[in-house]
């Protein structure tokens, strides 16, 4: 029998729980959240991650919200009880929307609890709390389903005997299982091609190294970790035939906001010839931002940069930057795999043809 698949939120009723991926690989250890605050903190201390992840245990965060407040009111049955779960929603909402801002897949997820609270709405707390669970679980079946097609659609872009590059995490443990741009690579191994994936390690949060390389190990996929600066030499020695990377959110002309290094990457790759390929869900595209100049990129503590797990990398009192995302023009990309299908340039065209219909009610 094979090893289980990868969980990385699952809703369990009274909580969310996640795998912490700050302690990967060292430790696989799942965090119980039992409070709104707590999936919060989850999602701004990574240790929950990924653009696809961030959404579904946002959504899982709101949930939560509404079963601890119904919880709180339960017995009551004036049109009070349902005005607390809603406050509470609203709170939450609130609260989680202020914890990362570039990937769109959270405000996506907390877009999608309220419209379902809004339909909701008049049927009573408990219904509304087991409605708002409901639909965080749906959100992650959803998710799995499509990492999966995005994997059948992206696995026919590789070939017998590519080496493969890969930046950051695109795995499961980005998204609720399978992973994005990683769904790809895996999807192609388990199709019979025999690939080789090359690593980045992924500074200065080390994703590349911590969590691509643990996925890649578990699925027994040939694999070499190498560190950022190795990428343009390995690619002139032709070892690496295409490259697949995530994306945190994609403007409607097709630029890409993903992982701090990224657009070197599709510089290089332009350089060398060589495709490169983003995997991601409709979900991680923002309809209403024209090009990736719009996309707001995440700032994070330069302690991060100047220290690893506490240890200094630098002499005390250095100044460092860090911001966590860059955009990749889409004049640079060969195409967009989605659950949709390969998107091909001109990509504004191609997005737009796919665009799910807005749901009942909202006009944007
Ligand atoms: O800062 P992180 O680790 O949340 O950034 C993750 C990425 O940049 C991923 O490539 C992206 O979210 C796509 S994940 C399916």
């Not at 419209?115 to 049927?123: C, F, H, K």
Request: net charge negative.
């Amino acid at each position: 029998m094979g090893k289980p698949e990868i969980k990385t939120v699952e809703w369990h009723g009274d909580s969310v729980w996640l795998i912490d991926q700050t302690l990967l690989p060292a430790q696989l250890a799942i965090v119980k959240c039992r409070t709104v605050a707590q999936v919060a903190h989850a999602i701004k201390s990574m240790q929950v991650r990924g653009a696809p992840a961030i959404g579904v245990t946002a959504a899982m965060g709101v949930a939560l919200a509404a079963h601890l407040a119904a919880s709180a009111c339960a017995g009551h049955r004036s049109g009070n009880g349902e005005a607390a779960v809603h406050a509470a929603v609203d709170a939450a909402c609130r609260e989680l929307g202020v914890t990362r801002p570039t990937a769109v897949n959270l405000f996506w997820g907390l877009e999608r609890m309220r419209s379902v609270a809004e339909e909701l709405r008049g049927t009573g707390t408990e219904a509304v709390a087991a409605g708002l669970a409901a639909a965080a679980e749906q959100l992650a079946a959803e998710d799995e389903a499509t990492c999966r097609a995005m994997g059948r659609h992206g696995a026919a872009l590789i070939t017998d005997g590519d080496g493969v590059l890969t930046h950051c995490n695109a795995g499961a443990l980005a998204a609720v299982t399978y992973g994005t741009a990683l769904g790809v690579v895996r999807a192609a191994h388990e199709a019979g091609r025999d690939i080789h994936v090359w690593v980045d390690e992924t500074r200065p949060f080390l994703q590349g190294a911590r969590l691509t390389a643990w996925e890649l190990q578990q699925l027994g996929i040939d694999s070499t970790l190498i560190t950022d600066n190795m990428a343009a030499h390995f690619m002139s020695q032709g070892r690496i035939q295409k490259i697949v990377v995530g994306a945190d959110r994609i403007a409607a002309n097709g630029d890409v906001a993903n992982k701090i290094g990224t657009y070197a990457l599709a510089v290089l790759a332009a350089h060398h010839g060589i495709p490169f390929y983003v995997g991601a869900p409709l979900s991680t595209v923002d309809w209403d931002v024209p090009d990736g100049a719009a996309i707001p990129i995440e700032q994070r503590d330069p302690d991060e940069v100047t220290h690893l797990r506490g240890a200094p990398l630098a002499p005390d009192g250095m100044a460092a930057a860090h911001p966590a995302f860059d955009v990749t023009p889409h004049t640079l990309i060969s195409a967009i795999i989605t659950e949709a299908g390969v998107l091909h340039p001109p990509l504004a065209a191609s997005l737009a043809a796919v665009r799910p219909a807005a749901p009942a009610g909202d006009a944007t």
